[in-house]
């Protein structure tokens, strides 16, 4: 904690923004140390260098909540953090890959579903590939459960089905080289609930989708986003610590989390003063009251209309 | 178990007496209930022990208790509710931890079941309680403000990664400190502590952080003591965290039940 705030403090001193030889060309020589090491393997196929450049220039274009640049305002720890973590996963944001959001003063790398997916590919090199899937109502769509994995046996669907209020569910299949495959089913509920999670907060009160958000205008896509990050959880999380791509992948998601949770407790915590209302309370009226409302709901023993089977405050309470 | 400190303080300070006792009879996600008075009435928080636990943390005199309040409805603060509203003390919940408890459906929902809601106040004999909505991975999960009739204000809230509230005048703290980020950092570095598991902690538990940004948010100035609970068995320091919460804000600090 204390060095962030130092780290924050100098972020804000610094007017001028943070120059690619003192971030890029750092986390390049590191990575190059780790490869001479024998300590990082990546895949023949990718270029380090290549995605630290394309990732350079798309942190030219991240910005914060308030239009702020990335580079002006994230410190660079963070920075380099997630460069290093980018090329370990062996991810391009030049190909969709990954992304970068600023949270407060921190830079944090997000994955796109085509980044877990191949990520998830470099984990378990059994896998062939990861596909997903949108059910809508309609569709004729079967599926069984053995031994608790989960099979599609068929989906098949008419173009009058598709629109987003049908939505039902999604579904994401891991394909195997050997041939088996091996699915994951949430219904519109999970998916829901999965999304009352995001920092975007596309989820009202009542639980519907707010009208505008990315989820309300891509529905199906961001319903296979969510069935595919929950098929590849398992897999990063099954495979041991020894495999250094799949520590990180569960690391970028983890520091998701710890940046989530930290902005919401500086914008939510520790702000309304609430109090009791000792002058409101008559002690002798106030100890007598909840006797007869027992009374009368041991004669109801059911919930009332509000959802309250009783309650001992039922009037006398201050109105807040 | 440990006694409360007030056995060991002398009973009047300046010209106040010190009324409000506390007892931890258990403290740890393995089960909490303490026992809170004010010299009248008597309170349980939690539940989360074995019954015989309590009858015996309480010398056998279960039925002095007035009322027992429950923050939500996980095991480690629930154990023993069925034989609590048997031994004829009236509980207090919301109604997600009624529902989540099945309490109607034990048979259990009659005379003795009490509905909270948060920003409601209530009374229990001497006591004034304003129960407020926290944050936790449970359904309707509640801490409360308790106020007795000497004007001490006894602030409880565990089980929430933040609250979103502040408070005025109050005397005694009894929160949740359940781990530091850093230790909880390492311990995942070193694999002692999976991701899941972290992540299902920062988005439930208070941490020492954010425990010390809660103390410098609210008034301290007429704070007695202050209480830590439910500290983690792997992510916490009990002398590191003492002794972190009494340098910052000056105040006697209690770490609750024994870990």
Redesign the interface.
């Known amino acids: ?1 204390a060095t962030a705030t130092a780290e924050k403090t100098n972020g804000q001193v610094k007017t001028n923004a943070l120059v690619k030889k003192d971030v890029v060309d750092i986390v390049a020589a590191r990575i190059r140390v780790l490869q001479e090491k024998n300590e990082l393997h990546l895949p023949p196929n990718y270029s380090a260098e290549n995605a630290l450049k394309a990732a350079w220039l798309a942190l030219q274009e991240v910005t914060d909540k308030d239009g702020r640049r990335a580079l002006d305002v994230c410190d660079r720890t963070s920075i380099m953090n997630s460069l290093l973590k980018m090329v370990i996963q062996g991810l391009n944001p030049a190909k969709n890959q990954c992304y970068f959001v600023v949270f407060g003063t921190k830079l944090v790398l997000m994955r796109s579903y085509f980044g877990s997916i191949h990520v998830a590919k470099s984990v378990d090199e059994r896998i062939e590939d990861i596909v997903a899937d949108v059910v809508y109502e309609g569709d004729e769509f079967e599926y069984e459960k053995l031994r608790g994995k989960t099979r599609i046996i068929t989906h098949k669907q008419k173009l009058e089905n598709i629109e987003k209020a049908k939505i039902k569910a999604a579904y994401a299949t891991v394909i195997y080289k050997d041939g088996r495959d091996e699915s994951v089913i949430m219904t519109i509920d999970e998916i829901k609930q999965a999304w009352k999670q995001s920092n975007i907060h596309p989820i009202d009160d009542k639980g519907n989708i707010k009208l505008g958000t990315v989820h309300d205008k891509f529905m199906a896509e961001m319903a296979k986003k969510s069935v595919i990050n929950r098929i590849c959880k398992p897999i990063f ?1 099954g495979s041991d ?1 020894s495999n250094i791509v799949a520590w990180y992948a ?2 970028t ?2 520091d998701l ?2 940046a989530e ?1 930290e902005e ?2 500086a914008e ?11 002058e409101a ?1 008559d ?1 002798e009226e ?2 007598a009251l ?1 006797e007869p409302q ?1 009374q009368a ?2 004669n109801k ?1 059911q ?1 009332d209309a509000q ?7 039922g009037t006398e ?2 109105g ?1 | 178990m440990r006694k409360g400190p007030s056995f060991h303080l002398p009973a009047l300070r300046g010209l106040v007496f010190e009324m409000i006792e506390i007892k931890a009879l258990a403290s740890s996600s393995k089960g909490n209930c303490y026992r809170v008075t004010d010299g009248k009435t008597q309170l349980l928080l939690e539940c989360g022990i074995p019954f015989k636990e309590i009858q015996k943390g309480l010398g056998f005199k279960v039925s002095e208790i007035a009322g027992c309040l429950i923050s939500h409805e996980h095991q480690d603060h629930c154990k023993a509710v069925a034989e609590i509203i048997r031994a004829g003390i009236e509980t ?1 919940m919301s ?1 997600g931890t ?1 529902e989540l408890l099945e309490l ?1 459906e034990k048979g259990l ?3 003795r ?5 948060s ?5 229990i ?2 006591w ?3 129960p ?1 909505d926290t944050e936790h991975d449970s359904v309707e999960p509640l801490g409360f ?1 308790l ?1 007795n ?1 000497v004007g001490e ?1 006894l602030l409880y809230a565990t089980d929430t ?9 109050l005397t005694h703290i009894m929160l949740e400190v359940n781990y530091s ?2 230790i909880l950092r390492s311990n ?1 570095e070193s ?1 002692t502590v ?3 598991l ?2 299902r902690t ?2 439930s538990h208070m941490n020492l ?2 425990a010390k ?2 103390l410098k ?2 008034d301290l100035s007429k704070v007695q003591q202050i209480w830590l609970l439910h500290l983690s068995e792997k992510n916490s320091d009990e002398k590191r965290f003492k002794r972190e919460i009494m340098e910052l804000t000056g105040k006697p600090t209690f770490i609750a039940g024994a870990n």
């Open positions: 904690m999380n610590d569960r690391q998601d983890g989390v710890e949770v919401e407790i939510k915590a520790n702000q309304e003063l609430i109090d009791v209302e000792v309370i002690s106030s100890e909840p027992k709901a041991q023993k919930p959802g309250t089977i009783f309650s001992p405050t309470g201050p807040f | 207090y109604f009624i109607k929902c009659g005379h079941v009490n509905v909270l809601k920003k409601r106040q209530l009374t004999g001497t004034t309680i304003l407020f403000l106020s009739q204000k990664y933040y609250i979103k509230y502040r408070f005025q005048g980020l850093d995942v694999g999976d991701h899941v972290k992540n920062l988005r952080e954010n940004e809660l948010a609210n």
